[in-house]
């Protein structure tokens, strides 16, 4: 399915269904049963996706609803980074491949003017301290009209009304998941300030107000004020304190304008 596909790891086992659960689920008990690290499993339509903090994930057929599969060795920051890295992945290729003017709404949504294009979950399986192994589920709208989704609360796109026509999905995954390899090997490779810096660039600006609600409902009011890790930001409030907000204590993040 995948010829274009130019990794060493990621994808090179996969699987292929037309509709399941959730490819998270699928890929958990593929885990379970020993598939290697980079394996992925890729859906038309999901039954029950899942987005973060437990919310529902419509997935309707013709979207991209895909997760990969990580397992150690792998450094803690790219671990605790994968949702960065998937949303990176996401953002770059549509940009450079497709011209879409996306960009990742941290801590895990991929936007455009339009509304939100696709988001990331990612999960890990642990043993007390020990990470087993971890997924990392993207999901794109892409060959389906945004109708599909029904009423939402907050404006949605999907690929086809971005370019008014459909695209070809598997050329589509297979350069998300090279460009996900690709930095996932920069990660490995100490190189951590140069995926910092692409993502400082493929994400919302600097001085764009954000509205945090964070775990033990505390709420921050400012301006993004600067990305400090891939999964750290600061916010500038208006009596002038900065916030340091972690993506882990992020129940969640508005952009108001
Ligand atoms: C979010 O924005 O809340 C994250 C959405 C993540 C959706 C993807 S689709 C593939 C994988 N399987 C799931 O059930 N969820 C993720």
């Not at 960065?84 to 450079?96: D, N, P």
């Amino acid at each position: 399915m995948l010829s274009k596909l130019r990794t060493a790891q990621v994808g090179r086992s996969l699987l292929v269904l037309e509709v399941c659960s959730s490819t998270n689920d699928v890929a958990a008990k593929k885990a379970e049963d020993g598939s290697p690290n980079g394996f992925v499993v890729v859906a038309n339509e999901q039954t029950s996706g899942r987005g973060r903090n437990s919310r529902r994930w419509l997935s309707p057929k013709g979207g991209i609803w895909m997760t990969v599969l990580i397992r150690p060795p792998v450094g803690r920051e790219t671990l605790s980074g994968l949702t960065q890295l998937g949303a990176l992945s996401i953002v770059r290729i549509l940009t450079q491949d497709l011209g879409i003017s996306a960009s990742v709404r941290w801590p895990n949504d991929i936007v455009t003017r339009r509304g939100k294009l696709a988001g990331v979950l990612a999960e890990a399986r642990t043993a007390g301290d020990e990470v087993l192994f971890a997924l990392l589920g993207l999901g794109i709208n892409a060959n389906f009209h945004s109708a599909k989704l029904g009423e939402l609360n907050c404006p949605v796109s999907t690929l086809l009304e971005e370019l008014g026509s459909p695209i070809n999905r598997a050329t589509l995954i297979a350069s998300i998941l090279t460009e996900l390899e690709h930095l996932l090997n920069q990660m490995q490779a100490q190189r951590t300030d140069q995926v910092l810096h692409l993502l400082r660039e493929s994400s919302t600006p600097v001085g764009r107000r954000v509205l945090v609600e964070l775990e033990g409902r505390q709420r921050i009011e400012g301006t993004i004020n600067g990305y400090d890790t891939l999964t750290r930001i600061r916010v500038l409030s208006s009596d002038g304190t900065i916030a340091k907000i972690e993506a882990g204590s992020v129940i969640s993040i508005a952009y108001p304008d």
